[in-house]
């Protein structure tokens, strides 16, 4: 019995430890619910073959997520560390795999994170890389979801000019590793600066892979996986 509760009180700390170690990574996070899937052995051993996550409402460096449900698989973390009371440290990349959620608000929430508005700045050079001086100084203002599309307005400066920015872009799923932007619509003051049924391509790089794109009802919706590094 006395084997049976210090084993419990160990996988008490990890729990204890994997929601502080959460909670450091996010700037804010509602409901949090964590399932430790390991024996008591491999918890000793600091090997823990998966943890499950849910959460609501998380904020992760600027980035609005209003659904979480992942699963992180054969973790290596520094267990005697955190029997110590250390905070805990992720010894080698963890696979991670699930689903997230963005509303229209949480994306539009979103656009003054250096992650999202650093990514628009580069996907609007690659549409309209005449513009690329003016694309540093613009200023993100909304993003809706409607019919399978992303509408998202803007305000740039053009010779000291601000000026109303408008794109209207599909987005789909051309491999796990590539997104397809099309078609492709922008305006400024009712002045067509692009209209492109081909569209453009975006790499994802290979530590993210999504298997499944959902634009609808005011929600976009990524399934896949994502290497997470130490």
């Known amino acids: 019995m006395r084997k049976k509760n210090q084993f419990r009180l160990v996988t008490n700390v990890l729990t204890a430890a994997i929601k502080l170690w959460l909670r450091t990574q996010v700037s804010n996070i509602e409901q949090l619910q964590i399932d430790i899937q390991s024996s008591d052995r491999q918890i000793i051993s600091g090997c823990i073959p998966s943890v499950s996550i849910v959460a609501s409402c998380a904020v992760y460096q600027g980035l ?67 513009h690329k001086e003016n694309s540093k100084s613009t200023s993100w203002q909304k993003v809706t979801i409607k019919d399978g599309r992303l509408f998202i307005s803007a305000i740039w400066e053009q010779e000291n000019n601000p000026q109303p920015l408008d794109i209207c872009i599909g987005l789909k799923l051309l491999s ?18 692009l209209e492109s049924s081909d569209g453009e391509y975006i790499d994802l790089g290979s530590d993210i892979e999504i298997q499944d794109l959902d634009l609808r009802n005011g929600r976009i919706v990524f399934r896949g996986r994502i290497n997470v590094k130490p």
């Open 176 to 193: 796990p590793h590539e997104l397809h932007i099309a078609p492709i619509y922008i305006t400024s003051n009712t002045k067509t600066l």
């Open 64 to 130: 609005h997520l209003s659904f979480v449900d992942l699963v992180a698989k054969n973790i290596r973390i520094n267990i005697g560390s955190v029997l110590k009371g250390e905070q805990l440290r992720l010894l080698e990349t963890v696979p991670v795999e699930g689903e997230l959620s963005q509303l229209s608000e949480d994306l539009s929430a979103s656009l003054s994170s250096t992650l999202l508005s650093t990514a628009l700045n580069e996907v609007l050079v690659k549409l309209l890389p005449e």
